[in-house]
């Protein structure tokens, strides 16, 4: 593997493209669905970029698209500096090993015929990591590591509740250390108490093991408690992108203004920003910028041409004719 | 004020394992009272309940008026003109709560003939006018369509006419946005509270997250392992919170300002409802535990108006969010 | 629609081709029809001959062609017993069958079907309990087995009806009932878990939550969703009323479609199987077109999306 400079970031996409066709009603046409649409962006070693949005906004197709289980129709994805091995081929395999996914439901991804050691273990088996005692010795150590206790290397998923079955899956997908986990709405499925241990318990791991996190959520508390920068997505394409703390408390995007209006907290008055309408529909994409039907603020321009996603002089990611002019962001 | 539902010692168990340990609640006139816990505590089995909506297997003892008059182990004919009559319920997943064999007006149709007596172009006038007023877009065409046609949140808000169609005055919303995105649910919050305005209906609010509940109530019940542990007004239970488990549930709350620290999750996990412990439940996962706790289950106790605890050690907790 | 019904048609038709071909293949791979129809100790010239005359000594794909150009003109071979056309042969024995199946898929449905669902509303209740037993019992029996026992019980012994035979009605019943009690206790099974499956539903929660009376629940609600998956195995029981019957008519030696292949195969009087072959295939074929054509009409879910992509893709 090529060493590559400090300066490259561990996994850098540019303008990936996933479309897919998708046939409406027996008479229907086929349609093109674009469910990721031009998205670009980079993870550092050892942070956490948060994806934000609704059902249907391609945040996890997008997920897909970087681990390499999904090709894109366009655009390209460097794993520390090196392009994605196509998929199925050895360097492919090798490849997945140092990046790792976990799923909304943990039960789904652990096998129910096999013990929880069995399975943190498997990883190393297959990948031929380490003789029979190092891997024994690994095994405990992830299992300490997420805080699951040694003995329950001996139980079997629905023997442990949610939060430990997902403290397993966790545990399964740092075996081979990777550098980067792509975590698609780990703790969703979770109650508030379990959620909120699941969240610390990712940050210590990050610390721990150095490990990068792709962390994609529709709650945007949960990715301001565990992420670096947060890009929020809106039908395909990233909306805006920033430090977590800025696009919370001052949210450049119309939508990015009524997510966080909408995140219910104690003590908010009435100002809640309600959107019109639906999550869109892939299939029917509207001209100009996706979000206008739906935004606030949208004037004739919106409608026709779609806005890029620039820099404000804060560097700040926008993409929305508007608020690149303070005065006008502001109002809305 | 008298109550217009209440709940005394209410209790449930599914095949001799408890799921709800002895519930007393009321709900007054146009009132909105959130529920809160986590999966399991006996939220929705507490309405459920209630309404003799549980399979058989369930055994349900306690009481549950209704203006005073017995509702539970009621005739099946009673219970039927009260469901969707005087108390109506919607629930977490919309697309599944909604028959996908039937077109949606004639489900919405159906509690009209029930509970109001209109068939014909009458009910279907007011099934239009219920879908205008919960906000569906092009509401006489939607009459005609199938849940699996609308969206998630449509689908909702066609729960919801189909709930108002009885004219009902306390309407049970169990998790209704926990399927739904964050800006539908945002949505549908909005139009729960304007429709209880403007119908001047109670509101009971199950849901997990504090936040919502927040959002939407005037009071909150804190639920935990088959017992309400903690009820007050809204603002007094993020101000301070006296039991323990409130107050590690509004600590798990990711903050949306201040540094970012560790979150005070609660550790440990829910007892097994086979093997509760003998004295408080949530005494093995308790920070301020001592060993009174562990010999009987605690009494709620009065803390405030309107605000009661059931915890040995019930004090004003410090705020947690200022 | 049409796009639809069109690529279902095309499988109809690949599917009747398959097994008309599957069954020439093995037939004429598993014996000599000449030696077995002429008797072993035909002279050889005969046999030859024998062979010329149905066209046994071409290779086989030339009568595989042969055999196919026909059918198209609706000539579909003859006995090699007696000569008579194949299908006059087979058409003759269809009544016969189905006086037995149309009785024997009556008595299904009305038994099954009510079983099943009565099952299912009084889960886990002695009711349940017995009706499953039953319906276990019904349909672990081999039916030469149950024939031979009704025929123990009420032809041998009570001398009630007769044990084989088509002499009168009296003659079906013992045939009916043995057809019928298997079908029942599968569809009593299938209507009782696909009942408890849709009771499970969301939707019917809802629809007791609206005050809904529980009868009404049941007819408005339950049925119409699960009379969906019902819907497959009663179009399986539709499809086979011509070739379910064969061990039955064999055991009752009742002179059906069923009897005609068992001695048909016997003899290998190849156009003869393959008529019946051919029959079966069309019948079951065609119920399991009307099958999906009523999951259309009961399921709406079906009617908009009948030939999307899957959905959710996008997520």
Avoid at chain 3, 59 to 84: C, T
Wanted: glycine share 8%.
């Amino acid at each position: 593997m090529r060493t590559s400079p400090i300066t490259t970031p561990l996994l850098e996409a540019q303008n990936l493209m996933r479309r897919y066709w998708m046939r409406r009603g027996a008479f229907g046409k086929a349609t093109e669905v674009r469910a990721v649409d031009g998205v670009s962006l980079s993870l550092e070693r050892g942070k956490t970029l948060g994806l934000v949005g609704e059902s249907g906004c391609g945040k996890s197709t997008t997920g897909r698209l970087v681990l390499g289980l999904e090709t894109p129709d366009a655009g390209t994805v460097a794993f520390q500096g090196a392009p994605m091995p196509a998929p199925g081929t050895a360097p492919w395999r090798a490849q997945r090993a140092r990046m790792q996914m976990v799923f909304q439901d943990p039960l789904g991804a652990l096998d129910r015929r096999l013990t929880i050691g069995v399975q943190v273990r498997e990883p190393l088996d297959i990948h031929g990591i380490g003789d029979a005692a190092a891997r024994e010795k690994r095994v405990l150590h992830l299992l300490h590591a997420t805080g699951l206790r040694p003995e329950q290397a001996e139980r079997y998923p629905h023997e442990l509740s949610g939060g430990q079955r997902q403290r397993a899956v966790l545990a399964r997908a740092l075996a081979t250390d990777p550098a980067l986990l792509v975590c698609d709405e780990p703790i969703s499925a979770l109650d508030v108490s379990i959620q909120a241990q699941v969240m610390n318990l990712l940050v210590k791991l990050q610390r721990e093991f150095g490990t990068a996190i792709l962390f994609i959520s529709h709650d945007l508390r949960a990715v301001r408690q565990v992420s670096h920068r947060v890009a929020v997505m809106y039908l395909g394409r990233i909306v805006e992108e920033g430090e977590p703390d800025d696009v919370l408390h001052s949210p450049a995007h119309p939508y990015s203004q009524a997510l966080v209006s909408a995140i219910p907290h104690p003590g908010r008055g009435g100002q809640r920003i309600l959107l019109q309408g639906d999550p869109p529909n892939p299939a029917d994409r509207p001209s100009g910028c996706a979000f206008h039907p739906r935004c606030p603020v949208a004037f004739a321009r919106c409608s026709q041409e779609s806005p890029a996603l620039t820099a404000r002089p804060d560097g700040r990611l926008v993409a929305c004719h508007l608020a690149h002019e303070p005065a006008i962001a502001r109002a809305a | 004020m008298t109550a217009l539902v209440t709940l005394r010692d209410l209790a449930v168990s599914f095949d001799g394992t408890p799921a709800l340990r002895g519930i007393d609640l009321a709900i007054a006139r146009g009132e909105a009272l959130g529920m809160v816990g986590e999966s399991g505590c006996g939220k929705s089995v507490t309405w459920l309940a209630a309404l003799g909506l549980l399979p058989g297997k369930a055994r349900v003892t306690g009481s549950v008026t209704l203006d005073r008059a017995e509702i539970l182990h009621a005739k099946p004919a009673v219970l039927d003109r009260l469901r969707g009559g005087r108390i109506a319920m919607i629930f977490q997943d919309p697309a599944s709560s909604l028959n996908p064999v039937h077109r949606l007006g004639k489900q919405v149709c159906e509690a009209l003939r029930l509970h109001r007596g209109l068939t014909g172009a009458a009910a279907r006038a007011e099934a239009k006018r219920l879908f205008d007023l919960v906000g569906i877009p092009d509401a006489a065409r939607r009459l005609d369509a199938f849940p699996h046609e609308l969206s998630g949140g449509q689908n909702q808000r066609v729960m919801i006419a189909m709930a108002l169609a009885g004219e009902p005055e306390l309407l049970i919303a169990d998790e209704p946005t926990t399927a739904l995105d964050v800006t539908i649910q945002a949505q549908i919050l909005d139009l729960l509270a304007r429709l209880r305005r403007e119908m001047n209906m109670a509101l009971v609010l199950i849901s997990h997250d504090l936040g919502v509940v927040a959002d939407a109530c005037d009071r909150v019940a804190v639920m935990y392992a088959g017992r309400i542990v903690e009820e007050a007004p809204i603002a007094r239970i993020f101000a301070e919170p006296a039991h323990p488990y409130t107050h590690g549930l509004i600590g798990a709350l990711p903050p949306i300002d201040g540094p970012r620290r560790p979150l005070a999750a609660i550790p440990g996990q829910v007892p097994d409802p086979r093997a509760m412990p003998k004295g408080c439940a949530f005494a093995p996962r308790c920070p301020r535990r001592i060993d009174a706790c562990e010999v009987a289950i605690p009494e709620s106790r009065v803390m405030a108006a309107e605000h009661r605890a059931a915890c040995l050690r019930a004090e004003a907790f410090e705020a947690v969010h200022a | 629609m049409l796009r639809f019904f069109g690529f279902r048609l095309l499988r109809a038709a690949i599917t009747i081709v398959m097994v008309v071909t599957f069954a020439f293949v093995v037939l004429r791979l598993s014996g000599d029809p000449a030696l077995l129809i002429m008797s072993v100790d035909a002279p050889p010239e005969a046999v030859a001959a024998f062979r010329t005359a149905w066209g046994l000594d071409e290779p086989l794909w030339v009568q595989y062609f042969k055999y196919f150009s026909a059918i198209f003109e609706g000539d579909l071979g003859r006995s090699m017993r007696d000569g008579r056309p194949a299908l006059t042969l087979v058409l003759e024995r269809v009544p016969a069958t189905l006086a037995l199946t149309i009785p024997a898929l009556l008595i299904k449905l009305c038994i099954g079907i009510p079983a099943g669902i009565t099952a299912a509303l009084h889960r886990n209740s002695l009711l349940d309990r017995l009706v499953m037993a039953l319906a276990v019992a019904g349909f672990t029996i081999p039916s030469f087995v149950l024939g031979l026992l009704l025929v123990l019980l009420f032809a041998v012994q009570l001398g009630w009806l007769p044990s084989g035979g088509q002499e009168s009605w009296r003659h079906a019943i013992l045939p009916v009932i043995t057809l019928g009690v298997g079908g029942a206790a599968v569809l009593a099974r299938f209507t009782r878990s696909a009942m408890l499956e849709v009771l499970g539903q969301p939707y019917i929660r809802t629809a007791s939550a609206k005050g809904v009376p529980w009868r009404a629940v049941v007819w408005g609600h339950a049925l119409p969703n699960a009379a969906i998956p019902t819907v497959t195995i009663v179009g399986f029981m539709v499809g086979s009323l011509i070739a379910g019957a064969v061990v039955v008519e064999s055991v009752f030696s009742w002179p059906g479609v069923g009897r005609l292949l068992v001695v048909a195969v016997a003899n290998r009087d190849l156009a003869v199987v393959q008529c019946i072959l051919l029959l079966v295939a069309a019948t079951m074929v065609t119920s399991n077109l009307v099958v999906d054509l009523l999951y259309g009409a009961l399921d709406p879910r079906l009617r908009s999306g009948l030939a999307s992509a899957p959905k959710g893709a996008a997520a």
